[in-house]
């Protein structure tokens, strides 16, 4: 049974830096794109980060860009979302997810991936 464990979520000041952490189980995840997503109360969950399969393509929302940076480690079956700069708008529960598309690359939408994550719940304080 494939399951995806965020951690590393928790309250921290505007400016601050958070490193989400995802573990996959049930499965390798070593050929398949991942992503991170964020869900805000009231609104839609969306796209943050994506990463293909080797870890060599990333792509993020523009708000995002140049403060998040995501990356993987395959042996570990893990991806992680490392946040600088955090702002009070970044508040959300952060959710990782799979694409079981072998060697494809990553999507920017939610229908793209297979299985998710529980979620963490990050709050950036002004």
């Known amino acids: 049974q494939v399951q995806l464990v965020e951690s590393g979520g928790g309250l921290v000041q505007a400016g601050g830096s958070l490193r989400l952490s995802c573990v996959g189980s049930g499965r390798t995840f070593s050929g398949y794109p991942m992503g991170w997503f964020r869900q805000a109360p009231g609104k839609e969950r969306e796209f943050v980060a994506g990463?293909?399969?080797?870890?060599?393509?990333?792509g993020y929302v523009d708000s995002v860009k140049g403060r998040f940076t995501i990356s993987r480690d395959n042996a570990k079956n893990t991806v992680y979302l490392q946040m600088n700069s955090l702002k009070p708008e970044d508040t959300a529960v952060y959710y990782c997810?799979?694409?079981?598309?072998?060697?494809?690359?990553?999507?920017?939408?939610?229908?793209?991936?297979?299985?998710w994550g529980q979620g963490t719940q990050v709050t950036v304080s002004s």
């Open positions: 990463i293909n399969w080797t870890g060599s393509r990333t």
């Open positions: 997810a799979v694409r079981l598309d072998l060697y494809r690359d990553f999507g920017r939408k939610v229908n793209d991936y297979d299985y």
